[in-house]
């Protein structure tokens, strides 16, 4: 059974960073795209970031491109975002997913094993 646990959320002040992992297990975690989800509250979630398999190739929304990279270490079963320069509309629960493209994708659909999402709060 294929599991996604995040972690490395908090509480940080405008112009932080924080650094967010994401554990896999359960399938052959290498061959599969991963990317970066985050929902605020009374809003529906939103693509940040994903990097794909192999290559990798790696596309970011606007909104974060220049402040958030998307990381992967195969051999340890891991995807990575690093947060610069946080502002408070990057306040959300953050949720790392799989999917089964060859390609970037930002699709929802796209992603079918999710995880259990990590909060990340920042403060004006």
């Known amino acids: 059974q294929v599991q996604l646990v995040e972690s490395g959320g908090g509480l940080v002040q405008t112009g932080g960073s924080l650094r967010l992992s994401c554990a896999a297990s359960g399938r052959a975690y290498g061959n599969y795209g991963m990317g970066w989800f985050r929902q605020a509250p009374g809003k529906e979630r939103e693509f940040v970031a994903t990097i794909t398999g192999n290559g990798p190739k790696i596309y970011y929304a606007d909104s974060v491109k220049g402040r958030f990279t998307i990381s992967r270490d195969n051999a340890k079963n891991k995807v990575y975002l690093q947060m610069n320069s946080l502002l408070p509309e990057d306040t959300a629960v953050y949720y790392c997913?799989?999917?089964?493209?060859?390609?970037?994708?930002?699709?929802?659909?796209?992603?079918?094993?999710w995880g259990q999402g990590t909060q990340v709060t920042v403060s004006a």
């Open positions: 997913a799989s999917n089964r493209c060859s390609f970037p994708t930002t699709r929802l659909n796209d992603y079918d094993y």
